[in-house]
């Protein structure tokens, strides 16, 4: 079955790095466009980051605009977000969801889903 | 970005009853409007796209309409199961796409 799992979360201090990951399984990976959207405690969702099947095309939320960079590597079926200068306000639970959709003559069709079961980042002193 | 407003930001009612959420937009996004479910300490699960299209294997009693700024999801008859909060998420701007704020609905 479609199959999404993060890694990598963990506590860091303000200003340090991480590199999350996301491993696909059940479809064909390299077919489909992938988005991180982030959900700090309590709060509802945010979308991240989005890139193109190919890696050739990549957009970024302004709130982490030069800090944080998405890739992906289809030869081993996985997504990755690295993210430097962290914040507090960076805490979250960090998803990688499937960026779907399609067009019919009439209209475009556009979604997440699948999602991963995420993977908490926290970042305090 | 478009700013999505859900309301109520949470409900309480009865099994069996007919719940009703709205979600605005800030401008107009034709159909491109999307609702999820989430139960707690999962993730997000796509329910309806494109405004009222149900998601292949959602029951029935999950409903949604509008178009242009006002939209409605509606459950027909809640049932336990359906303890959650629940996303609307505009696609009109892509891809920054963004979501409205939530409204848990709970059993009263």
């Known amino acids: 079955q479609v199959q999404l799992v993060e890694s990598g979360g963990g506590l860091v201090k303000p200003g340090g790095s991480l590199r999350l990951s996301c491993a696909a399984s059940?479809?064909?990976?390299?077919?489909?466009?992938m988005s991180w959207i982030r959900q700090a405690p309590g709060k509802g969702l945010e979308w991240v980051s989005y890139?193109?099947?190919?890696?050739?095309?990549?957009y970024y939320a302004d709130s982490v605009k030069g800090r944080f960079t998405i890739s992906r590597d289809n030869a081993k079926n996985s997504l990755y977000l690295q993210m430097n200068s962290l914040r507090a306000e960076d805490t979250a639970v960090y998803y990688c969801?499937?960026?779907?959709?399609?067009?019919?003559?009439?209209?475009?069709?556009?979604?997440?889903?699948?999602w991963g079961q995420g993977t908490l980042v926290t970042v305090s002193s | 970005d478009i700013q999505m407003t859900q309301s109520p930001s949470s409900l309480s009612a009865s099994v069996g009853d007919r719940v009703t959420i709205t979600c605005q937009a800030s401008?107009?996004?034709?159909?491109?409007l999307n609702w999820y479910q989430q139960k707690p300490g999962k993730a997000p699960k796509l329910l309806i796209y494109?405004?009222?299209n149900l998601e292949t294997g959602v029951p029935s009693r999950f409903s949604g309409s509008g178009s242009g700024t006002d939209f409605t999801f509606t459950i027909s008859s809640l049932q336990p199961e359906d303890i959650a909060t629940y996303y609307c998420?505009?696609?009109?701007?892509?891809?920054?796409?963004?979501f409205g704020q939530g409204t848990k609905v709970e059993i009263k």
């Open positions: 969801a499937r960026d779907g959709g399609y067009c019919s003559s009439t209209s475009c069709y556009n979604w997440f889903d699948p």
């Open positions: 059940g479809f064909t990976f390299s077919d489909y466009y």
């Open positions: 890139i193109s099947s190919s890696g050739s095309t990549i």
């Open positions: 401008q107009d996004i034709s159909n491109y």
């Open positions: 494109d405004a009222s």
């Open positions: 998420q505009q696609y009109d701007n892509l891809p920054r796409r963004t």
